[in-house]
């Protein structure tokens, strides 16, 4: 069974521009939750999608936001971005919520200039 | 919300010593789980352990829910088990995990 894809894996982006990265969950799996990680702040919660739904979202500026699609794969969008959004960041998969082990992808490694 | 703290930060072994990770949690969970972050950043899951004792080669781990600790072994360490060890615990009824802060480990030759 395939694992969790992200793409793309690296990006390159100047201030003020927005982003959108894909998260293709595990198949069968229907929840997706996005983590932003950096080196300051450690491994930081985005958001949880579960059937379409948004069913969290951690304490991000507005200019962070995502979906979820019937197939269950998963986009997060940054608008006009900033250096400090610079970050890995990762898309983790589950077939449950809750309770489920989570299963995360390689990685979009974001560098904003 | 739960806490969750790992120790040590860091830790330097030479390759075939042993080590144990901790990871503490403020509050009852009704999962824990352990990654590695390889060098390329992704979390490789090590283990789902609400509870008891697992083993997968070298390594094992124990979480004692009652005590809201769990413990990762490492094993005649090898250099490829450098990187950074991770356990986290979801928020109750929810996916999102809450990451302790991580242990460095560096395993030299």
């Known amino acids: 069974k395939a694992g969790v894809t992200q793409t793309p894996r690296y990006l390159i982006k100047t201030r003020g521009q927005q982003v959108t990265l894909s998260c293709s969950p595990i198949s069968g799996h229907r929840s997706v939750s996005w983590y932003q990680q950096t080196p300051g702040q450690g491994l930081q919660f985005l958001f949880e999608?579960?059937?379409?739904?948004?069913?969290n979202k951690g304490n991000f500026p507005g200019r962070f936001s995502g979906r979820q699609f019937s197939n269950s794969r998963s986009e997060m969008n940054v608008s006009t971005l900033e250096l400090g959004d610079s970050a890995l960041y990762l898309c983790?998969?589950?077939?449950?919520?809750?309770?489920?082990?989570?299963?995360f992808g390689p990685g979009t490694r974001l560098t904003v200039t | 919300g739960i806490q969750v703290e790992q120790s040590p930060p860091d830790l330097i072994l030479q390759e075939g010593a042993n080590s144990t990770l901790r990871c503490n949690f403020s509050?009852?969970?009704?999962?824990l789980q352990w990654f590695h972050q390889n060098p390329w950043g992704q979390l490789i899951n090590l283990f789902y352990?609400?509870?008891g004792t697992k083993q997968n080669g070298r390594l094992s781990a124990t979480t004692v829910a009652t005590e809201r600790y769990s413990l990762l072994y490492i094993s005649s360490s090898q250099t490829t088990d450098s990187g950074v060890y991770f356990c986290a615990a979801p928020k109750r009824n929810t996916d999102k995990l809450i990451f302790g802060t991580g242990t460095r480990l560096q395993v030299f030759p």
């Open positions: 999608y579960f059937s379409e739904t948004q069913r």
């Open positions: 352990i609400p509870s």
């Open positions: 509050d009852s969970v009704n999962n």
């Open positions: 983790a998969s589950s077939s449950g919520t809750g309770n489920y082990e989570q299963y």
